[in-house]
């Protein structure tokens, strides 16, 4: 897969992309990563690729010119390229959106700054508006690094095993397990026993259950739209009717319990 990143600071990029699983994956071919100068684009003599905005107000806008110029120049490589700018404006990224855009062979990502781009360069030039969170940070190449981050590891080769990628929170909406590793005993705090048991169904109920508690007490909005097995449906019930409630007793917290019944029951023929 390809990334021809679009940015004012390149070498932003140089150290985060060049460690660790994404270092070996660019190593491996796996991955390519280009990035490109906007300021490159600019054909005047001072460069220029940002002004004041027209109809006043603070901050300045990035040009149209340098960054049509830029897309162009790799769209001349490959015309099928899928273009993402990363602006608050966009759909929040998720791990739905990093599986959809895995499938893709080449993308560009535009980097914003100052007060964004000119208005036009949304109407000509990009496929899909992405935002990695609802604050706004001083440029858009922190998200592009997150993107490419979360769509790399869904890559074949790119993790040890291609498993792993499929025991991730969110893989099937549900937030991750806890995990433990030696030492058994740590002041005091030991590792729960079926995890030493040896008895694998014993252990991968365990962790189901597990997954499903922190789910239901960090994220129930998750539940609420998860595809649950009718084993899952019958824990999340013994859950819910143990003692153990999971901290979830307020007012729209039953809301969402309810939201949670309704839509595990629309989904299963014996809902919980
Ligand atoms: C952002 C986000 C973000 C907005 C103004 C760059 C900044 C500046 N990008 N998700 N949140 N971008 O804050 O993607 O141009």
Redesign the pocket.
């Known amino acids: 897969m390809r990334f021809d990143i679009l940015t004012l600071f390149p070498g932003m990029f140089s150290s985060p992309l060049r460690e660790s699983i994404l270092g070996k994956a660019i190593e491996k071919g796996l991955i390519q990563i280009q990035t490109v100068n906007i300021r490159d684009f600019a054909l005047d003599k001072h460069q220029v690729v940002d002004d004041t905005p027209y109809g006043g107000g603070q901050g300045m806008v990035m040009k149209v010119e340098p960054i049509a110029r830029s897309i162009e120049w790799v769209k001349s490589q490959d015309p099928s390229v899928w273009t993402i700018y990363?602006?608050?404006q966009?759909k929040q990224f998720n791990q739905e959106i990093a599986l959809t855009l895995s499938s893709k062979s080449h993308l560009i990502l535009l980097c914003?700054?100052?007060?964004?781009v000119d208005e036009r360069v949304r109407e000509l030039f990009i496929d899909e508006e992405?935002?990695?969170?609802?604050?706004?940070?001083?440029?858009?190449e922190l998200?592009a690094m997150v993107l490419i981050d979360a769509v790399s590891r869904l890559l074949p080769g790119v993790l040890g095993s291609d498993r792993s990628a499929e025991e991730d929170s969110f893989f099937n909406s549900l937030l991750e397990y806890p995990q433990y590793t030696r030492p058994f005993d740590f002041r005091g705090s030991s590792v729960p026993e079926v995890l030493l048991s040896g008895n694998h169904s014993a252990i991968s109920l365990w962790r189901r259950k597990e997954a499903l508690k922190r789910t239901l007490a960090r994220r129930p909005d998750l539940l609420a739209k998860a595809n649950l097995s009718n084993e899952e449906k019958k824990l999340l019930e013994e859950i819910l009717h143990s003692n153990d409630d999971c901290g979830l007793r307020n007012a729209d917290d039953e809301q969402i319990l309810k939201k949670i019944r309704r839509t595990q029951t629309d989904k299963g023929e014996d809902g919980v």
Not at 112 to 116: D, N, S, V
Not at 133 to 140: C, F
């Open positions: 990363l602006t608050p966009g914003g700054r100052y007060e964004g992405i935002s990695i969170g609802d604050y706004v940070l001083t440029g858009g998200g």
